[in-house]
């Protein structure tokens, strides 16, 4: 056992990790702001052009369309996927007669395919094919909203798959955050005549502060990655309407071989999540520190 508490050995075992996370995750990122700077094309030599590529983002219209609906899809997580997936964790906390087929049937769609997913939505949320306009029609509602491909419902409708892709694993990190409570606590509080909901405030939120920490930080990083999804249901159409960050950046990138361009929108997409963590890191730290 003191081979493995050496230094070298430490060192020898965390190696591997290290690289991978340098050639797949940082070198990646300063390459991504060493283009964003130039016009490469994916051919031949770049040229350098300084805050050009920059200038002409922060212009640029489809941007701030692709930029807002960015942040409507990370409002509605916020707002929606944290609350939901915390009742469902008391859900699941809960003793109950096929509990773990439930946990099992709510956890499944996180493990499905990402561009699946979007497949399975697209047959359910197509104003013209789909199963929600399909069962307007049958039971005689004029009103055939554009669910996706529009100009105006695309976010939420991505928002909502979003909700739903993600509840059940959400649900299950929040499990096990109540699961680490002391029972004990639960205990004293019910002699000294504490209520569930009481319970709920004063022992089980403060609790599992760290958890909902993770949780909201997966929700904000999760939401500027979304791409399969949003690509599988309009490809950001019409006209970019209903296009996200990560999806305008591949077209710009891929569809329009503005490599350099789409480098300098994957280089802001970095930079603003990593604002939201750093902030909300922040915040969290000083609420907590002040508990302390």
Same mark, same amino acid.
């Given at each position: 056992m ?98 773990? @087929? $439930?946990?099992?049937? &709510? +956890?499944?769609?996180?493990?499905i395919?990402?561009? =699946?997913? /979007? ?55 929040f ?13 004293a ?28 930080? @997966? $929700?904000i990083?999760? &939401? +500027? ?7 599988? =249901?309009? /490809? ?21 071989s ?35």
């Open positions: 003191h081979w493995f508490s050496t230094k070298k050995t430490k060192i020898l075992m965390i190696a591997p990790a290290v690289i991978l996370f340098l050639l797949y995750i940082i070198i990646p990122v300063f390459m991504a702001f060493y283009y964003g700077f130039t016009n490469f094309t994916g051919i031949g030599k770049p040229e350098f052009l300084g805050l050009r590529n920059y200038i002409t983002l922060f212009s640029d219209k489809i941007f701030y369309i692709a930029l807002k609906n960015t942040g409507l899809v990370l409002a509605m997580s916020l707002l929606l996927i944290v609350p939901c997936s915390f009742g469902l964790s008391l859900l699941f906390a809960r003793k109950m007669r096929g509990g773990k @087929l $439930v946990k099992a049937f &709510c +956890f499944s769609p996180n493990i395919s990402p561009i =699946l997913i /979007g497949l399975i939505w697209v047959f359910i949320l197509d104003p013209k094919i789909g199963l929600i306009n399909a069962f307007l029609r049958y039971i005689g509602v004029s009103a055939q909203p554009e669910w996706i491909g529009g100009k105006t419902l695309t976010p939420y409708c991505v928002g909502a798959i979003f909700l739903w892709q993600t509840l059940g694993y959400n649900a299950t990190i499990l096990a955050g109540i699961k680490m409570v002391p029972q004990e606590l639960y205990e509080s019910e002699i000294d005549g504490a209520g569930k909901m009481q319970q709920l405030i004063y022992i089980t939120f403060p609790m599992i502060r760290q958890t909902i920490i993770i949780v909201m930080l @997966l $929700v990083t999760g &939401c +500027f990655k979304i791409f399969e999804v949003v690509y599988q =249901l309009t /490809g950001g159409g019409p006209n970019h309407m209903s296009d996200l960050l990560v999806t305008y950046m591949y077209y710009s990138t891929f569809t329009s503005r490599y350099g361009y789409g480098m300098s929108i994957a280089s802001v997409t970095f930079l603003i999540s990593a604002l939201f963590a750093v902030i909300y890191l922040y915040v969290t730290r000083e609420q907590v520190g002040e508990e302390e």
